[in-house]
């Protein structure tokens, strides 16, 4: 009998032993993604990877910063993903671990080799991140009805001057021409194209119909931190040149107002696109993926053409101030701030070895290839990247994604990162733009000049 009972035991311990080479302790995927992306990598990525690792993944998604902070607090998790612009603050605040401390180094050295600026991930000599994706902002518009200012500029040029010359006391450029080629626009294009849509009737209404985001502190910032990044001047003068055309679009109704009236969120500019309300604005790969639509992951579009959407890279800075022969005093160029998300690992990952096997295999050029089209995100592994606007197939896509890596080509080295963005100065970016723009607070109710914003920036240190 004795023997009995150990000979069952052992069969118990071989069953345990058995079952644990067959399945792993799942990890835990702590993200800010929408519903249909989680479901996609829950559904599609995650079983492939159970069935070769014998390990699953459980994603949480966090609906914002605070809520990804509670989760990242009240959970172990093991995998995180991190905007760039936060990326000192998790390594500072001590909540990550060194990707450097798995045991699998030699997995660690292939993905940073195979991944785009991985050595970025490196702080202080420590690899604490992988990138996960890259996004950039380019200029989307509606094709029929740039072709529509094409048409008229030329008669309304003399009505177009003579208003911008009350604000600059010049006008236009003494050699400008609105080109049909938006890839040789700068900021004039925008202001011309701008007020022809605002006096033209669209849909029984005249109205402006450009806008950017407003609600969001984050894409609000950026813009703004865009246009300062454009300008080849010092800092101090780029600020000031950002917030003269800011405020000139504002007076001159080129900027859809209902942007800051009604607080327009990423989700009203798409409808927005839809509705004719505005026909230009300067939005992700993300985004643009929303107004278009792919008929699939919940993604049905907002717009009934989507033939009519054309993309481009960001206009040409230039400053609204000419000098006397009629040209731009300062001239800057294209480049604006990459952003994106870091793969990261937390302090409460158990095995950080298998975190980085996740990794590798959403980083797969397949996996990459099918998620970027699908989402519009840009891909970071290094082939993928030089083959995916002929991979892509669907036309618009691959338009979409040959402007995209155009941009980034002229973005070159401005990551979006804590050195160019914090939450100091988006704050005095934002707290300045509502007071000169949104709130229209003027010198005499006027359209506020150089010197007014050069006044009013005295006391804000950026």
Not at 187 to 194: C, I, M
Not at 243 to 252: D, I, N, R
Not at 278 to 288: G, V, W, Y
Request: proline letters at 3%; one cysteine or more.
């Amino acid at each position: 009998m004795k023997n009995v009972v150990v000979h069952v035991c052992c069969s118990c311990v071989m069953f345990v032993v058995l079952m644990s080479g067959c399945v792993r302790k799942n990890i835990t995927l702590l993200s800010q993604i929408s519903p249909e992306h989680k479901n996609y990598l829950q559904y599609e990525i995650v079983p492939e990877f159970r069935s070769v690792q014998r390990a699953g993944v459980n994603i949480i998604s966090a609906k914002d910063d605070a809520e990804f902070a509670r989760s990242l607090a009240y959970n172990d998790v093991d995998l995180i993903m991190v905007p760039f612009e936060k990326s000192r603050y998790y390594v500072e605040g001590g909540y990550l671990k060194s990707m450097g401390n798995s045991a699998d180094s030699q997995r660690l050295r292939y993905l940073e080799k195979e991944l785009l600026l991985s050595a970025l991930g490196n702080i202080g000599g420590e690899q604490f991140y992988l990138p996960r994706n890259f996004k950039t902002r380019v200029m989307v518009y509606r094709r029929s009805k740039v072709q529509d200012a094409l048409r008229v500029w030329r008669s309304l040029r003399h009505e177009i001057n003579d208003d911008l010359r009350h604000i600059n006391g010049y006008g236009l450029p003494s050699n400008y021409i609105l080109e049909e080629n938006p890839e040789e626009w700068d900021f004039f294009d925008l202001f011309v194209l701008g007020w022809i849509w605002s006096r033209q009737e669209y849909g029984g209404e005249k109205k402006p119909r450009i806008a950017h985001p407003v609600v969001s502190s984050r894409g609000l910032a950026l813009r703004l931190i865009d246009h300062v990044k454009q300008f080849s001047s010092d800092q101090e003068v780029a600020v000031e040149d950002m917030f003269h055309w800011e405020a000139l679009f504002s007076f001159s109704g080129v900027h859809n107002p209902a942007m800051w009236n009604e607080n327009w969120t990423d989700q009203d500019l798409w409808e927005a696109f839809g509705n004719s309300d505005i026909f230009l604005s300067f939005l992700t790969q993300k985004d643009i993926f929303h107004i278009h639509g792919t008929g699939k992951d919940n993604l049905m579009g907002y717009v009934e053409n989507g033939n009519d959407l054309a993309f481009a890279t960001i206009p040409r800075a230039v400053s609204l101030e000419l000098d006397h022969y009629g040209s731009p005093l300062r001239t800057g160029g294209k480049s604006i701030v990459t952003g994106g998300f870091w793969w990261a690992v937390p302090l409460s990952a158990q095995d950080p070895g298998l975190s980085l096997k996740f990794i590798e295999h959403v980083s797969g050029s397949v996996n990459q290839v099918e998620e970027s089209s699908r989402f519009g995100i840009i891909p970071v592994r290094r082939e993928v990247l030089s083959h995916i606007p002929i991979i892509a197939g669907d036309h618009w896509v691959t338009q979409l994604y040959t402007i995209s890596f155009l941009q980034l080509k002229y973005n070159g080295k401005n990551f979006l990162n804590d050195d160019i963005y914090n939450e100091m100065i988006s704050d005095k970016f934002i707290s300045f733009w509502s007071d000169l723009v949104a709130e229209k607070n003027w010198a005499d109710g006027q359209i506020p000049d150089r010197k007014f914003i050069q006044e009013k920036l005295t006391n804000i240190e950026f």
